[in-house]
């Protein structure tokens, strides 16, 4: 149990189709980033958001669009999606004093057919 | 590109210390020296993170090199639940994203 709770836990789109993922963290976590991870492959900076406004973005289209709520909840949006998606998404999460590091989720596993 | 170089694996026995070793040679003055494993089917977990001095936690130790161009962390009792891929990462505090690599596969035998 590390605080941050990703939902759901695996989902299954088919192609083309819309995705929302969703996270929920810690009080006070004021940074949120999501990461997306292949089969085998170590995790891939999608974005980050800092008191509910982007500031980082990694090598993504901009299909994939997000959101972070005062709440310490955030979203992953993926339009259009390709088979390529198909991915463990992982939020992670920091608050502003913290000297140790992002806090992940278990993630989302997406599965585009 | 990440800018560490990592085992792709590993093998230890229950009950040995573990010593992961990652090279930096890139490393600028400002970017620390992470370490975050990711036990299967869950996220990456923070374990230790040096700027240039060793650093002990409860669950490792870090040792960074004089030059700081590599580092070792070292698990010293390591369990079967030690087994995990394990990233070093270099970075500024307070970036905006973890460059991960392909990590180390640890694998803590019986």
């Known amino acids: 149990e590390t605080g941050v709770t990703q939902s759901p836990t695996h989902l299954i789109k088919t192609r083309g189709q819309q995705v929302t993922l969703r996270c929920s963290s810690q009080s006070g976590h004021n940074t949120v980033s ?23 973005r990694g090598n993504f289209p901009p299909r994939f669009s997000g959101l972070q709520f005062p709440n310490y909840s955030s979203e992953l949006n993926v339009n259009a999606l390709e088979l390529d998606d198909s991915a463990l998404y992982l939020c992670a999460t920091k608050s502003d004093l913290a000297n140790y590091g992002y806090t992940f989720g278990s993630g989302t596993r997406l599965t585009v057919v | 590109d990440a800018k560490t170089t990592q085992p792709t694996s590993m093998d230890c026995a229950e009950g040995r210390a573990a010593n992961l ?68 990462i270099v970075i500024i505090q307070g970036a905006q994203k973890l460059v991960f690599g392909q990590g180390t596969r640890l694998t803590i035998n019986p």
């Open chain 1, 34 to 56: 999501w990461y997306q991870q292949a089969l085998g492959q170590g995790p891939q900076f999608i974005f980050q958001y800092y008191r509910e406004e982007e500031n980082g």
């Open chain 2, 21 to 88: 070793p990652c090279n930096h040679s890139t490393i600028s003055g400002n970017e620390y020296v992470y370490w975050y494993r990711q036990i299967h089917s869950q996220g990456p977990q923070y374990i230790i993170h040096g700027l240039k001095n060793n650093e002990t936690n409860e669950m490792a130790s870090l040792i960074i090199t004089e030059d700081r161009k590599s580092s070792t962390l070292i698990l010293p009792h390591a369990t079967l639940r030690d087994t995990a891929v394990y990233y070093c």
